[in-house]
């Protein structure tokens, strides 16, 4: 429910002031001193039809409204524009499911500056307002309504009606099962629109095994619970692929997943994947012992969630195109759970708008998240949590434009809230975050975590907005050295930000009342030891409780008098992170057990694996028994269960059915092809 609370002024985009009128004096003045009488005239009439055509151009002109590439739980906006050159426009926007009478508000769109980065190969981008909303409902209809604003004229309203996608059906489509074993290649072939091929594995609890699947340029398939060993090369190769599904694949490869050109509107979760980088201290870095990509995807609409990667040089990541061509718009990369990044644990490198990372976790990374660049944005990192990372947890470098990095939480050795760009970012904005540094345990591997300060955020050119941010360090650091960050020059930390927080006497060893039971590395050698994932949810009396900024679309759901600092809500659940485990009798893998599941097990009673529950690699009446018993304990009530129960002439029907089916069930040879 959306609450009354304002928000501020500064959650617009803040560009650097036009620079216009001071270039037309400096040019125009030194001039009149040489010019005669009929020159002069002449001058001040140009002149003073440059000024009116400047004022003009103060107003605002809306160009085409777009909503490109929906994901299953977000939309992405671009609002082209021209003229507003003195940047006082700003575009608000509300939703609401088509038929509902509510709205609710979202987090206004970002002014996207054109511009051009000459430090990542060219890579250009127009002048547009662009922006999200989060957290909707897959499948749903929206009408969204978008009102531009200039007080110099030119404001308009729009509305437009745009639906999230659907999640995927797993159980509709030709079926082509795999037996246990090893097969060596899986190629496999196109289904088409509302008929995927879904190429599964008969047994979750024993997979068909291979050394590598080939999907390139292949649309509507889904590949789901099989093992791919492939110690030297891809697991999973996605090139130019679309509408595909990635699910419940376990990956031991050097790369895991890797679409190299355009794959779009793929899925890819809960799977578990696996490479060869170990944590240590050569490992670490650019230039560190580490090898491979986790899951790499160029491309728009793509999502990727509730994965476990671990051990690569980047764990999660887009394509670094430098020289080249591709659209990295529209993109969710969330719930993952992220484990020994010998370089980024998520490489959000070359974006080009609406690309959002968020309710990650990252454990023993060099890097958290990268942005290295944005090019003109947004990216939006977003409540995601990192534990020990040691370098720094954000990277917008290479003169990264229009990051948003707002709600996470960050435990470290070294400074807290750290950035440390060799060149200039710009229109980023920072809100809500909190960082805890500690101990300058001294360069790990070349590199240094920061010199203990709660903030040393380098470096803006001057049109980055930062407030209501937590930091600090913990008490065994020592000196701890004072929060400044440059914007462009430095400055005390509270002299930029007026709400934020500086954090005093936390323990490293146990890190109550912010986070009770955790403690934080003092040393390198405890800094480079493998860690378990931490629960850094807020306790009960935390400082930072209530005290954030509130951002409609983002935090307006707050539990107490107002949002809270950093990536949690005290006394929230613990979301999911990684692989999330199945449900007994939930066939239709929705995470609910219901009559949909009930369906499934009708069509493949005696014909396939889809209704399995023991492991056999078939669907009977034991099936039943245990799907009944997991459909009572989901909560439906006696009657509900007793009026699904079949009569042996009812699990006779369906044993009929099935073998009418049968004609439907493609086999493995003609569905895929096989290389030994």
């Known amino acids: 429910m959306l609450k009354s609370n304002p928000v501020r002024e500064s959650l617009g985009s803040v560009v650097a002031p036009s620079r216009l009128w001071p270039r037309m004096f400096k040019v125009a003045t030194p001039r009149l001193k040489a010019v005669p009488f009929l020159g002069l005239c002449s001058l001040v009439l140009a002149l003073t039809f ?11 002109t809306a160009g ?50 054109g511009g051009t980065n000459n430090n990542a190969g060219g890579q250009s981008w127009t002048t547009k307002y662009s922006g999200s909303l989060f ?47 090893f097969h060596g290649e899986l190629v496999v072939e196109s289904g088409t629109p509302g008929n995927p091929m879904i190429y599964r594995s008969q047994q979750f609890d024993n997979p068909a095994q291979f050394s590598s699947i080939d999907l390139q340029g292949k649309s509507n398939v889904i590949i789901m619970g099989l093992e791919v060993n492939s110690p030297n090369g891809h697991g999973i190769k996605a090139n130019g692929a679309s509408d595909f599904v990635i699910a419940r694949n376990t990956i031991n ?54 994965n476990t990667v671990r051990g690569f040089r980047d764990n999660i990541s887009t394509l670094e195109f430098e020289g080249g061509t591709a659209d990295q718009r529209s993109i969710d990369i969330h719930n993952n759970e992220i484990l020994v990044a010998g370089d980024d644990g998520v490489e959000a490198d070359f974006t080009q708008g609406n690309v959002r990372v968020y309710e990650n976790r990252i454990t023993d990374a060099f890097i958290g998240i990268s942005t290295q660049p944005t090019l003109g944005g947004p990216t939006y990192i977003m409540r995601n949590v990192m534990y020990n990372v040691t370098s720094v947890p954000f990277k917008p470098n290479r003169f990264s434009t229009g990051d ?36 300058d345990v001294g360069d790990i591997n070349g590199y240094s975590a920061g010199n203990s300060r709660p903030a040393d955020l380098r470096n803006c050119d001057g049109s980055c907005d930062y407030d209501y941010d937590a930091v600090g360090i913990t008490t065994a650091a020592s000196p701890i050295n004072s929060a400044r960050i440059y914007n462009p020059n430095s400055t005390p930390f509270l ?25 934080q590395p003092t040393t390198k050698t405890q800094v480079l030891t493998e860690h378990m994932p931490q629960d850094l949810r807020l306790g009960n009396s935390a400082p930072v409780i209530d005290q954030a900024e509130v951002i409609p679309g983002v935090n307006d759901d707050f539990l107490g008098s107002g949002p809270d600092m950093g990536a949690y809500e005290a006394g929230q659940e613990l979301p999911t992170y990684g692989q999330r485990a199945l449900v007994v009798g939930d066939f239709n893998y929705d995470f609910d057990v219901d009559s949909g599941d009930l369906s499934v097990f ?34 439906a009530t006696a009657t509900q269960s007793v009026s699904v129960v079949p009569e042996p002439s009812g699990l006779l029907l369906m044993i009929v059915a099935g073998i009418m089916g049968l004609g439907r069930r493609r086999s493995l040879a003609p569905a895929c092809q096989l290389k030994y």
């Not at 055509?53 to 107003?59: E, F, Q, T």
């Not at 929206?142 to 999640?167: C, F, H, K, M, W």
């Not at 007026?498 to 039971?517: C, H, V």
């Open 495 to 519: 002299t930029v930000e007026q709400n934020g927080m500086i954090l005093t006497g936390i323990s490293a060893a146990d890190m109550g009342p912010l986070f009770p039971g955790v403690s």
């Open 253 to 306: 490869a050097r790369h895991g997943i890797r679409a190299l050109s355009d794959a779009t509107n793929g899925y890819i979760v809960d799977n578990i994947v696996q490479g060869q980088t170990v944590w240590a201290e050569n490992s670490l870095g650019a230039s560190g012992n580490n090898v491979g990509e986790g899951i790499e995807i160029s491309g728009p609409g793509n999502v990727i969630a509730y």
């Open 64 to 113: 085409s409204l777009t909503a490109p590439f929906p994901t299953f739980e977000n939309l992405s906006f671009e609002w082209e524009f021209s003229g507003d050159d003195n940047n006082n426009a700003s575009v608000d926007i509300q939703y609401r499911p088509v038929g509902s009478t509510t709205w609710s508000q979202g987090m206004p769109l970002r002014r996207v500056e």
């Open 135 to 181: 957290g909707l409902d897959p499948g749903t209809n929206y009408e969204v309504q978008l009102d531009l604003t200039d007080p110099n004229g030119g404001s308009q309203q729009q509305s437009i009606n745009v639906g999230t996608r659907a999640l995927p059906d797993f159980t509709q489509g030709t079926l082509v099962e795999l037996a246990p074993g």
């Open 50 to 60: 440059s000024l009116s055509h400047v004022k003009a151009i103060d107003s605002i």
């Open 404 to 439: 948003v990095i707002m709600h996470n939480t960050v435990v470290k050795v070294g400074s807290g809230l750290f950035t440390n760009s060799g060149n200039e970012y710009s229109n980023a904005l920072f809100r809500n975050n909190l960082a805890i540094g500690g101990v």
């Open 602 to 635: 009708q069509t493949s009673y005696g014909v396939n694996s889809l209704g399995d529950t023991n492991g056999n690699g078939s669907t009977d009446g034991l099936d039943f028994l245990v799907f009944q018993r997991a459909l009572s304990a989901s909560g």
